[in-house]
Nanobody, 114 residues
Framework: VQLQASGGGLVQAGGSLRLSCAASESSFSLGIMGWYRQAPGKQPEMVAAFARGGDPTYADSVKGRFTISRDNAKNMVYLQMNNLKPEDTGAHYC?????????WGQGTLVTVSS
């Protein structure tokens, strides 16, 4: 499975970005799909994800600001990020877990200026 992330960029605090992840196979067939991010000098953290047929899960720091969605017909997963904060800065990665396999896309950089 290949994951292709896009949509990062530079935005001012309070702004919005929409990340997209294109999966090479049906996103519905993958167990868990979501987004991770890694800030400079920090460990990766889960931002948002949902299991097949399940409700989305969000990191506490993004609840109410970010929305994850999927379009199974297009094999796409999206992350709408609103009211961005400087602490949201980092490389954002599309991630899929279909035990025992785990897949990562390349990072797309989000930079939020204050």
């Amino acid at each position: 499975v290949q994951l292709q992330a896009s949509g990062g960029g530079l935005v001012q605090a309070g702004g919005s970005l929409r990340l997209s992840c294109a999966a090479s196979e049906s996103s519905f067939s993958l167990g868990i799909m979501g987004w991770y991010r890694q800030a400079p000098g920090k460990q990766p953290e889960m931002v948002a994800a949902f299991a097949r047929g399940g409700d989305p899960t969000y990191a506490d720091s993004v609840k109410g600001r970010f929305t994850i969605s999927r379009d199974n017909a297009k094999n796409m997963v999206y992350l709408q990020m609103n009211n961005l904060k400087p602490e949201d800065t980092g490389a954002h990665y599309c991630h899929a877990l279909d035990l025992p396999y785990e897949y990562w896309g390349q990072g797309t950089l989000v930079t939020v200026s204050s």
